[in-house]
């Protein structure tokens, strides 16, 4: 009998806060007063904190993202600051860093604009932006640099895994959960950060004709994009993964989320020298006496992006073109040795990790300059010929009793032709 009251009394049990006995919940923690209270009221209480910015560090998560901090009128940086914080870790390409920096900037004034007075005065658009430059030249390196700068969450996505949905690969969708879960699973910070996707240009469209068969990671990707690059509601993921019934969404508002996309757009060149009236390379009628044919991404337009297959509906939707130089002899120089994350820099830290101090003789580092040039990979070409000449000396130099080491050109020439370099020039 005993036992039968103690169940009835346990199913009794009710919420504190909405009422609801304990069958009706998931689970329901009662308290040393008697006190109760159910799973779902304590997720309703700790999205209420998230979304006023009410929870401390101490109380998130182990190994959950940091909450990205508010930011305030007086803590802006100028377009000029950042801009400066870039230089420091990324040579030359000043046009598609004063870009960045702007959009940046009208970023960020947005969103304080957003909780105004003046916003009902008026309603500033985003400016999306498209970076267009050869592999290397550090599209993706601007927007990890810019990352770590920025007071919004933050996250770098790969075009080239996403598909329509209901076919293998990754919804489109899939990008929002990435930026959620970068925001420490903040819905209102989440609605206020900045997206890069990378490989914009492998979406492209397959063919000039739409109509012969359903292209499904190229121009089916871009048609999902449109709704969210110009802003909507979006059922997300928290966790990301496939949409299914059972899982339980958060909408996100993408109105307010600034979109970066970067690609290669190999072989556009072409198209620019055709709408210029000129070739891109050999002798042929131009348009102008001023035409750089050495840099043709200078004079890129919409109508080169559209051209190449992207659809008319995305191209409005990126209205800030941009381009990046490619890299001359003078500024692969540089990289190996001006940057706060320079590659030499980097060798010379883990070799003094093992008490080792190494140096770089001034032609060594101009003959990997060389080859780097003659194999046509920017800044990635670099650390690839470095990798060849350093592999030996990384394996053997741990276990010897080696304090000082020094790269000259003829022990860089002799480890770098003696590799297995699987590095070919661009175009055999």
Do not use: W
Not at 272 to 292: K, S
């Amino acid at each position: 009998m005993a036992k039968t009251n103690s169940k009835q009394s346990r199913k009794e049990e009710r919420c504190s806060f909405c009422g609801r006995s304990r069958n009706e919940v998931e689970v329901l923690f009662q308290g040393a007063d008697g006190a109760t209270i159910c799973n779902d009221c304590i997720e309703v209480g700790y999205t209420s904190l998230a979304n006023n910015n009410l929870i401390s560090q101490k109380g998130a998560a182990k190994g959950a993202p940091k909450v990205p901090v508010g930011f305030t009128p007086d803590k802006l940086l100028k377009p000029a600051q950042i801009k400066e914080f870039l230089d420091t870790y990324i040579i030359g390409q000043d046009s598609a860093k004063r870009s960045i920096a702007v959009a940046v900037y009208n970023h960020y004034k947005r969103l304080i604009g957003t909780n105004s007075e003046q916003a009902a005065e008026v309603e500033i658009d985003k400016s999306n932006i498209i970076l267009v430059g050869p592999t290397g030249t550090g599209k993706t390196l601007i927007a990890r640099t810019i990352a770590r700068l920025l007071e919004v969450p933050f996250t770098i996505v790969d075009a080239t895994v996403l598909t329509q949905a209901g076919y293998v690969g990754e919804d489109v969708e899939s990008i929002l959960s990435r930026l959620y879960q970068a925001s420490g699973y903040n819905l209102e910070s989440t609605q206020r950060g900045i997206i890069f996707i990378d490989e914009i240009d492998k979406i492209a469209r397959k063919g000039n004709n739409p109509s012969i068969t359903r292209d499904v990671s190229g121009e089916g990707v871009q048609q999902a994009l449109l709704k969210i690059l110009e802003g909507t509601v979006v059922n997300v993921a928290p966790e990301g993964g496939r949409k299914h019934p059972e899982q339980k969404f958060v909408q996100v508002d993408t109105r307010n989320i600034l979109f970066i996309c970067g690609g290669a757009f190999d072989g556009i060149e072409k198209r620019i020298a055709q709408r210029l009236n000129t070739r891109a390379i050999g002798y042929g009628r131009a348009a102008g006496t001023d035409i750089d044919r050495e840099n043709m991404l200078r004079y890129v337009q919409p109508q080169d992006i559209k051209s190449y297959g992207l659809i008319p509906e995305l191209v409005g939707r990126l209205p800030v073109i941009t381009h990046l130089e490619p890299l001359s002899r003078e500024v692969l120089r540089n990289i190996l040795t001006e940057p706060k994350n320079a590659i030499v820099r980097q060798y010379q830290h883990l070799f003094k990790m093992d008490g080792i101090e190494l140096t770089f003789e001034d032609e060594a580092l101009d003959y990997i300059v060389d080859k780097a040039v003659e194999f046509t990979l920017g800044a990635r070409g670099l650390r690839s010929i470095c990798e060849a000449v350093m592999k030996d000396l990384m394996f053997d130099a741990p276990s010897s009793d080696l304090k000082r080491f020094v790269i000259t050109k003829q022990y860089a020439e002799q480890k770098f032709e003696a590799s297995a370099s699987t590095l070919t020039k661009q175009g055999e």
